[in-house]
């Protein structure tokens, strides 16, 4: 993967009750992944659960029924060779369907947490994997308002630690991505997501690939439909304070902004 130029990250979600889209991509997938693709996403993140505040929880089942026919459409139409695909999951039988299918990076908003299986995964199949800071210890982020002394201390410590017990079962640590979360992940207070914008550099001391997602979130302010703009803004000034990834919804207006 090309870490020197700024990678941009377009969302699929396959759910019902995704805070931005829920519900719009569940039988139209191929439309979006097809705009995508012209909109020239250099990753695609195709997801089968929603994580974010209200979210419910969803079986193996479920989510497996939501993204096979989509990887299996990405495997049949060889949308692997134009693109980068990713699995937004924290289930291990879900990344390893899609790695068995030409996808080439895992995104667990865990950091590993959600499934004891999913470090066997990883190690067998050595994709890019994404681990991301969240405050809660389960896959559906709260909105408490939590407060932090030092919040990229924080996020820091709980990145090494996953990061060295990873490493410690046999990953590649070149592989290795992290995302420092934002939004509710970190705490409903929004001070603290701009916080780690600003300071990103301070995460990048690491050493690994960072990815940022801040598209249409709450704390951002405003009504839904209003977000895209600052998301784009908010993006580039990750960009510019160290960022590799950045996963957006509305991809062309990030990239006409990139150019």
């Known amino acids: 993967m090309d870490f020197e130029n700024p990678q941009i990250m377009g969302i699929v979600n396959v759910t019902p009750d995704s805070f931005s889209d829920g519900g ?137 630690g996953q990061i060295v017990d990873l490493i410690d079962a046999g990953f590649d640590e070149d592989k290795i991505i992290i995302d420092p979360g934002m939004g509710m992940f970190v705490s409903a207070e929004p001070k603290y997501s701009f916080e780690i914008i600003e300071r990103l550099l301070e995460l990048k001391q690491l050493g690994y690939p960072i990815l940022v997602g801040v598209s249409r979130k709450s704390f951002l302010g405003g009504e839904l439909e209003e977000r895209d703009k600052p998301s784009v803004e908010l993006s580039l000034k990750a960009i510019q304070n160290g960022a590799s990834i950045v996963r957006m919804h509305a991809v062309e207006e990030m990239k006409k902004d990139l150019n």
């Open 24 to 160: 719009k991509y569940d039988s139209n997938f191929e439309t979006r992944i097809s705009d995508l693709i012209k909109e020239r996403a250099d990753i695609i993140d195709i997801g089968g659960e929603s994580t974010g505040p209200g979210s419910t929880n969803v079986s193996l089942r479920t989510e497996m029924n939501r993204v096979k026919p989509v990887i299996d459409y990405i495997a049949k139409n060889k949308l692997t060779e134009k693109v980068l695909f990713s699995i937004d999951t924290y289930k291990a039988p879900v990344a390893q369907y899609a790695l068995e299918n030409g996808f080439q990076i895992v995104n667990d908003v865990t950091a590993l947490r959600g499934d004891p299986d999913m470090i066997d995964v990883l190690i067998r199949y050595q994709p890019y994997v994404v681990l991301m800071y969240s405050k809660d210890d389960t896959p559906r982020t709260t909105t408490e308002k939590v407060e932090y002394d030092d919040v990229i201390a924080s996020i820091k410590t709980f990145l090494i």
